[in-house]
């Protein structure tokens, strides 16, 4: 239930502080959080995840972070003193850590609690399980030396695991704001208790009801523990994705200070810096090139898995890796300012975004855990005065089980660490959600536009074809183009090589090389002089490539980029370079087809080598030649001319659901 405040400020002073909150439990604990930030003088709007235990604010910007983690501490809760990051990127940082030892320590007390429980389960109902093994137990141990281990091993399962609970419940208790901890208090409580009682001071108790249920109480705090167990490695795996984006980031940079190069941490690097980048470095800021050039993979954060040369000028950004070619880089944007921190915390914050369908849960869980209490209490007052003898023992073990078996966590976690699971595994696979609720609305797509390069096509180039003229023997000529082509630094020049190595037919001796930039290469292999490139190339060196001209532009049409191969003078062969649909795209558009959705692919490329692609994978609708501004425009257009069959299903819904029907409409 996000929680929009009172106070309402001009959009441009607004902005999102994410804070970690310990000691949530369950959704009447993000009601109470919610509630008590919303109250905060210049919030204007809050939204507590439960899974991952944090608190997005929207705020001006004269609300501190000390006024906020003051507001979640007057509700019971609590902000880390040693958390200072107010970015979404910084945050998940520290979530993670802080979640990798909350896992543990979970993992750790589960063992724990399990180890004690499982004699305290075979002692108490070993005869269920095992026929005469009660009769065994009674005639060894006996009844009073059995009642006293199991009051021994479950003292030590609440004393020591099942702690939390006791703690966490009883402040909720005392603040008169019960949570999920206090109705596992209650419940283990009550039932350790009456035990403790028949075990004792058995006289205490009416005759015929001083019976134990250590084995309820123990195995309640097992489960539990359990439960937060799974629910803490779910919200781990989920966040994962969020992990592995600001991994991206090194931590240092080389910087420039005068004459000397010094490696600084990047919170000391400043606008306007000059950093160096080495071959196989990731990017950690933001910058422009102003010195060398390089071929750099930018997939983490385009999608685009082709490397895109950066030469002087050119912009880089965080996260990326410079695969080759040495450069300098002028810092211009550092920290959260960067494209990596932003896409960070759009995902961060899609991941903790609630869905519609979460309102009617929160509201519904926030007042449920009271309910259950009432519920217990009113169970056990009506089985002591109504029920049949003996009446005590049958009105605890009914009220104990109200409160356990009236677990609200599994509606309270359903949805958001849903929305987690399904957000962090698509950041994985390099699909990025802006809003949880985007997931929601997926069901009533009615269109899917496609990128071509890198999602529907491999992302790099292959070798396609190799056409050998008269005279010449094509593992010759992949040998001789391969010896040349390695020591290019193009994406090229990478297939080329990596086609040779498919066909293993090795590399000759080089001992001269020499790229020409927008031409190809020249060089000797083997003592005899070959160039590999375009076709202004051949006309330089005066081959003849005339024979291979009609295939040339065959290829060109296919979506192909041709290359000549010349050795010695001669026109040895043909050569067709191209990005590979991936195996799985035309699976993929062939399932989405069946479901009724209409498919679409968006490019820069060039019309006929976007015909081609599409053509291969089954796809009708192609918008080629647009430029990356141009893409919004494009989706909108996509949009407004399938929009048609998803209004009529709105209002088709909308007849019978009318509530639904206007959130379809949105």
Known sequence: MSVVARHELPADTEEVIVLPVEGMSCASCVGRVERALAAVPG???????????????????????????????????????????????????????????????????????ALLTLPVVVLAMGGHLVPGLDRWIAGTLGATTSAFVQLGLTTLVLAWPGARFFRL??????????????????????????SAVATLAPGILPAGTAHVYFEAAAVIVTLILLGRFLEAQATGRASEAV????????????????????????????????????PGERVPVDGTVIEGAGHFDESAMTGESMPVRRDVGDPVVAGTLNQNGALAVRVARVGSDTALSQIVRMVAEAQGAKLPVQALVDR??????????????????????????????????NAVAVMIVACPCAMGLATPISIMVGIGRAAETGMLFRKGDALQRLSAVRVVAFDKTGTLTQGKPVLTDLIPAAGFARAEVLRAMATAEARSEHPIAH?????????????????????????????VVDGTEMCVGAGRLMAKVEADVSDFAETAARFADEGKTPLYVAIAGRAAALAAVADAVKPSAWAAVSRLHAAGIAVAMVTGDRQATAQVIAGQLGIRIVVAQVPPGGKVAAVEDLRQAHGGTYAAYAAKVGRFLPGVGRLAAR
């Open 43 to 113: 919030v204007v709007g809050v939204n507590v995840n439960l899974p991952a235990r944090a608190a997005y604010v929207t705020a001006g910007a004269e609300v501190s972070r000390a006024a906020l983690a003051g507001a979640v501490a007057q509700a019971g809760y609590r902000v880390p003193a040693s958390d200072d990051a107010g970015d979404a990127g910084d945050a998940t940082q520290v979530w993670t850590d802080r979640g990798a030892a909350e896992r543990a320590a979970l993992k750790r007390a589960t063992w724990i609690a």
């Open 364 to 397: 519904v869980t926030m007042w449920f855990v009271p309910a259950v209490i009432a519920a217990a209490l009113l169970t056990f007052g009506v089985w002591l005065a109504f029920g049949p003898d003996p009446a005590l023992r049958y009105a605890l073990v």
């Open 243 to 278: 992990r592995k984006l600001v991994a991206l980031q090194p931590h240092a940079a080389r910087v420039r200070r005068g004459v000397r190069v010094v490696d600084l941490p990047l919170g000391a690097v400043q606008v306007g810096d000059v950093i160096e980048l080495r």
């Open 169 to 194: 419940g009883g402040a909720a208790l005392l603040r008169g704001a019960p949570d999920m901890n206090a109705l596992v208090a209650l419940g283990a409580g009550a039932a350790y208790a009456y």
């Open 495 to 523: 297939a080329i090589v990596a086609a040779a190595e498919d066909e293993g037919v090795g590399t000759g001796a080089l001992t001269e090389f020499e790229a020409v930039a927008g031409f190809g290469v020249r060089a």
